[in-house]
Every structure is written in structure tokens, then in C-alpha cells.
T-cell receptor, first 110, second 114 residues
């Protein structure tokens, strides 16, 4: 089975902090994604990557950046966290198959 | 632009009753359609997908969905639900065969009561 691992289940950060959310997949998938999940809004795509060192903006990239230095790892970076970035963040990967998701990181920014 | 609308935010149903979760999409091109389920405190898990072929798609846990191109719908059904089906369900659409870049609906919470 594909495993997508997000390093933290819960995070609490202060406004203005730099925040790193880490995601690792073990199936040699080319494609990796970061989604944000909010009640009533479903999942919205922040950034995605089809290859190492490659990234593309999704629908809501503002306030975020990403890094993909190795194929299995895709990091989401909040350069200066704000309270409106309090949310559930879901990482996913895919090859030729549909998306496989991690269990999510619930981030609270105070 | 593509979009997905899940017509019900919450669906309460009694155990062993049938259920239908509604999903409509808008797209000017061919699409690929998906249903995902999210159990409490977990990530999303694929229930079923429509890529091509038969419009009736069977998935895991006894769920099925029917692709209706004329009505631009992809409703999810189960003839008899269990308590364990209580979860949030997401409909999603992809414009290309790269099935990672999905557009999700708002989600429907299925509440199965004993």
C-alpha cells in the first residue's frame, strides 16, 4: 500500500512564524500535492509538483511556498504565518493512479 | 473553468436505509470523476472513479455511482448503510488523465443513525 506520511498531526504556531509542513511518500510517485481543507469549502489546491525541483501554483498559492529537493519529499512553507492560515493541510501523491492522501496536519496559528 | 457542487452539506439516515449523495459538475471538456471518503481524523481514501466506459461505477464498501453526462451529475449511492459509513464524502473532477490535480466539491457529511 502507498504510504503518505505527514510529519505532524497537530501544530500550533504564532503569527509571523515561519512554518514548515513535511510530507514523505514511499511509492516513487512523480506527482505530489498540497491541499488545504476548510469546512464548507472542501479541498483547495495550494501547490503541486510533477518532478524534483519543479513546482506549480494551484488555486490558492498566496502566502505559501514549497520545496521538492528529493522525489519522495514535498514541503509546504508558510513564510510568515497568519491566523487565516489556520486549517487542515493534506498532502497527496500520485503516479498513474489516483491521489493517495496523508492523514493531514491540523495547523493553528494564534 | 471546472467546478463541482455537492448539493447537500449533511445527510442524516438510519442504519440499513439506502442513501444517495448528490454531485453535479460543470465542464466544457471531458472529465474524470471521483468520490473520496474521509473518516474522522484521517486523510481521504478513494471510493471509486469514472475514467471512461460503463457509466455505472462500483467502488469499495458497497458504494456505486452513476455518471450522467446529460445532467452533468455523478451521484453516489449505497442500498443499505452501516454505522461505519458515517464520514465526510467528497466528489472531485479532473480535466486530464493526470488524476492528481483535482477540483473538489464542498463535501457531504453522512450521519448514519442506529
Amino acid at each position: 500500500d502507498v504510504k503518505v506520511t505527514q510529519s505532524s498531526r497537530y501544530l500550533v504556531k504564532r503569527t509571523g512564524e515561519k512554518v514548515f509542513l513535511e510530507c514523505v511518500q514511499d511509492m516513487d510517485h512523480e506527482n505530489m500535492f498540497w491541499y488545504r481543507q476548510d469546512p464548507g469549502l472542501g479541498l483547495r489546491l495550494i501547490y503541486f509538483s510533477y518532478d524534483v525541483k519543479m513546482k506549480e501554483k494551484g488555486d490558492i498559492p498566496e502566502g505559501y511556498s514549497v520545496s521538492r529537493e528529493k522525489k519522495e519529499r514535498f514541503s509546504l512553507i508558510l513564510e510568515s504565518a497568519s491566523t487565516n492560515q489556520t486549517s487542515m493541510y493534506l498532502c497527496a501523491s500520485s503516479g498513474t493512479s489516483p491521489l493517495h492522501f496523508g492523514n493531514g496536519t491540523r495547523l493553528t496559528v494564534t | 473553468a471546472q467546478s463541482v457542487t455537492q448539493l447537500d452539506s449533511q445527510v442524516p439516515v438510519f442504519e440499513e436505509a439506502p442513501v444517495e449523495l448528490r454531485c453535479n459538475y460543470s465542464s466544457s471538456v471531458s472529465v474524470y470523476l471521483f468520490w473520496y471518503v474521509q473518516y474522522p481524523n484521517q486523510g481521504l481514501q478513494l471510493l471509486l472513479k469514472y475514467l471512461s466506459g460503463s457509466t455505472l461505477v462500483k467502488g469499495i464498501n458497497g458504494f456505486e455511482a452513476e455518471f450522467n453526462k446529460s445532467q452533468t451529475s455523478f451521484h453516489l449511492r449505497k442500498p443499505s448503510v452501516h454505522i461505519s459509513d458515517t464520514a465526510e464524502y467528497f466528489c472531485a473532477v479532473s480535466p486530464t488523465s493526470n488524476t492528481g490535480k483535482l477540483i473538489f466539491g464542498q463535501g457531504t457529511t453522512l450521519q448514519v443513525k442506529p
